[in-house]
């Protein structure tokens, strides 16, 4: 039995946060009734080594305007003060520590879970948490078959398709073309303001 919070942990390079982090936050925060979702932008996204285009300060600036008047969602910066690549693992055993009688959900899309195996410390991880996944790109849930053969709590989102990657966001930038409906307002705001992905960016 739990005694504390149940905390959505939401982490990604979120280069730039666009709708379909949003969409997925919502849903995760609605269907689990999390009390909140904490948005983690990575400090060094391991999995995307030299290819995250804009600086920390700037994804943590366009997540705190992502998030803005949405109820139960926080930004959390502490990866990207933390030296060297992000783990989520030591998010997790931060939190741990943190706030003992917490239930801690991992929010991901298909391509994490898929990926989840390759992940530092990931039996350790999968432990501590109850993933939360949605698919994505035509993808339904499903588990690589190391993670399939481990017993794991894992619930599967009710998430509309949204056909948006921060990739494209940086490529219709890069084009220059009117990025609010893939980011919002505010974000797109931003993007234009800072000069953000103006150049072709790798993929
Ligand atoms: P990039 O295109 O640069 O690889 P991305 O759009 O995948 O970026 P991330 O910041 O890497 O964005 O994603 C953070 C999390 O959000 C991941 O778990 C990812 O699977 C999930 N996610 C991102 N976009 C969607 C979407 N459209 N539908 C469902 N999940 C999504």
Known sequence: MTTGPTIG???GSFDPPHLGHVALA??????????EVRWLPAGEP????????????????????????EHGMVLDERETRRAGPSYTI???????????????????GQDQYAGLPTWHRWRDLVDAVTLAVAGR???APRPAPELAARPHRVVVLDL????????????????GADLQAL???AVAGYIAR????????PA
């Open 9 to 11: 942990l939401f982490g």
């Open 26 to 35: 919502r849903q995760a925060r609605d269907q689990l009734a999390l009390d």
């Open 46 to 69: 391991w999995q995307k080594a030299g290819r995250v285009v804009a600086a920390a300060a700037d994804r943590v600036a366009m997540v705190a305007l992502a998030i803005a008047g």
């Open 90 to 108: 030591d998010t997790v055993d931060d939190l741990r520590a943190e706030c003992p009688g917490a239930a801690l959900v991992l929010v991901v």
């Open 137 to 139: 790109a035509g993808e």
């Open 160 to 175: 509309p398709p949204v056909p948006v990657s921060s990739t494209a966001v940086r490529a219709a930038a890069a084009a």
């Open 183 to 185: 980011v919002g307002p």
């Open 194 to 201: 800072r000069g953000l992905y103006r150049a072709p960016s």
